[in-house]
């Protein structure tokens, strides 16, 4: 099975920061990555798909880039409601599909 | 707008069996594989199962292969998980998702979630 390996696993930043998130996987997985939102209580909502495709509705500060074993979710200019746990997700080679350990943004 | 709604989970002893049952509605089910994600409580994303869209072929992950089956009822609009030998381990949120283009690739949607305890 493919893993996927999330740095860091926690960040702490104020709102205005850029935040990077990296994602690597443990073999090549092309441009088969998503990347998902989390708030407490809720269930995961879709931020990128095929590595650097905006999903409709979500803003523009998120991107996401990379192919291959390493991806990076950026959030230009983090918001209040950016505070949340964000995971990768590669479907390049399954089952499994796999998830990363996901990443928790706290605020400062 | 599509909605996913799960339904089914509760509190059920270990070795006992639970099926779960997600609605769908606003898009065309029939055309969409789905899927089964679980969430242990404080824990991370682990994904279940799948079944293509019009039934033909099913994955399992290796934690609940020959225990859980995932099915669907294309005229119902409905997904279900029958989950058999239950665990302590197996306790978690399940959620349902469909893919946002058919042959597997990213969940644009997913339902809200049922809690599934497997507790004596």
């Known amino acids: 099975a493919i893993q996927l390996t999330q740095s860091p696993s926690s960040l702490s930043a104020s709102v205005g920061d850029r935040v990077t998130i990296t994602c690597r996987a443990s073999q090549g997985i092309s441009s088969a990555l998503a990347w998902y939102q989390q708030k407490p209580g809720k269930a995961p909502k879709l931020l990128i798909y095929d590595a650097s495709s905006l999903e409709s509705g979500v803003p523009s500060r998120f991107s996401g880039s990379g192919s291959g074993t390493d991806f990076t979710l950026t959030i230009s200019s983090l918001q209040p409601e950016d505070f949340a746990t964000y995971y990768c997700q590669q479907f390049n080679s399954y089952p499994p599909i796999t998830f990363g350990q996901g990443t928790r943004l706290e605020i400062k | 707008q599509v909605q996913l709604v799960e339904s089914g989970g509760g509190v059920v002893q270990p070795g006992g069996s639970l099926r779960l049952s997600c609605a769908a509605s606003g898009f065309t089910f029939s055309s969409y594989g789905m899927h089964w994600v679980r969430q242990a409580p404080g824990k991370g994303l682990e994904w279940v199962a799948f079944?293509?869209?019009?039934?033909?072929?099913?994955y399992y992950a290796d934690s609940v292969k020959g225990r859980f089956t995932i099915s669907r009822d294309n005229s119902k609009n409905t997904l279900y998980l029958q989950m058999n030998s239950l665990r302590a381990e197996d306790t978690a949120v399940y959620y349902c998702?469909?893919?946002?283009?058919?042959?597997?690739?990213?969940?644009?949607?997913w339902g809200q979630g049922t809690l599934v305890t497997v507790s004596s």
């Open positions: 998702a469909k893919e946002r283009r058919r042959g597997v690739g990213a969940f644009d949607y």
């Open positions: 079944i293509r869209y019009d039934g033909s072929n099913k």
